[in-house]
């Protein structure tokens, strides 16, 4: 596996190796996501960021009068459009050193380790489900930073208002543009006094006719 990072390889123990085949590839993910982020993305004040992203959310529930569910769909909408054009962003730092995915595991992994680090300098925990072919991005504590310094008021939390849905609208989206169609969803949520934040990745499909971009 040729990259500009090929020579960070671990020296993790031949052991786990041998145990979980796909454990090299994982780490290759890890060091790809990290060196990304150092050298090539724009870095910005977390704490602008919530502020604003909390105005924007603000504004959406005094629009819709508290009513959460169209707050869902319209911040799964707005994840959409930046999705759809996200996708290129990541292709063009990437394309020429990521593996291909050749299956649920691999593209788990890659928008975790990779994607998530990327663009707001987090991984989550990756939870996978091989009976029901699912994918599981757990954020424990505060590692989804549009949570950080954040509580709902008790009203909308019983409304099942999930702040940062924007998040699976532009997975949705970004999975699209690699000719995947899915189903994104929020299953939990610290701000509505879950114990895990997790988002879930289900249904997936290839999109016929379409040829993903990096494969």
């Known amino acids: 596996m040729s990259s500009n990072i090929s020579s960070e390889k671990t020296n993790e123990s031949s052991t786990v190796s041998q145990v979980d085949p796909d454990y090299q590839k994982e780490i290759f993910l890890k060091q790809l996501g990290e060196h990304v982020y150092q050298q090539n993305m724009k870095k910005i004040n977390a704490e602008f960021f919530n502020v604003t992203y909390g105005s924007f959310v603000r504004t959406l529930i005094d629009f819709y009068d508290s009513d959460a569910d169209k707050c869902n769909e319209k911040l799964k909408a707005m994840g959409e459009s930046i999705g759809s054009r996200l996708i290129d962003d990541f292709y063009s730092k990437v394309t020429n050193q990521i593996p291909r995915c050749s299956n649920l595991k691999d593209l788990g992994n890659t928008i975790a380790y990779v994607g998530f680090k990327m663009y707001i300098n987090t991984v989550p925990r990756v939870i996978f489900d ?20 954040v509580e709902l008021p008790d009203d909308i939390k019983e409304k099942k208002l999930y ?24 299953i939990s949520d610290t701000l509505l006094d879950d114990q895990y934040t997790d988002i879930q990745i289900s249904n997936v499909t290839r999109i016929k006719d379409e040829v993903p971009m990096g494969q």
């Open 130 to 149: 091989e009976t029901n072919r699912t994918i599981k991005f757990r954020f424990e504590s505060n590692a989804n930073i549009f949570n950080k310094f």
């Open 163 to 186: 702040y940062s849905n924007i998040v699976s609208g532009i997975i949705k989206a970004a999975l699209a543009g690699i000719a995947l169609n899915c189903d994104v969803e929020f």
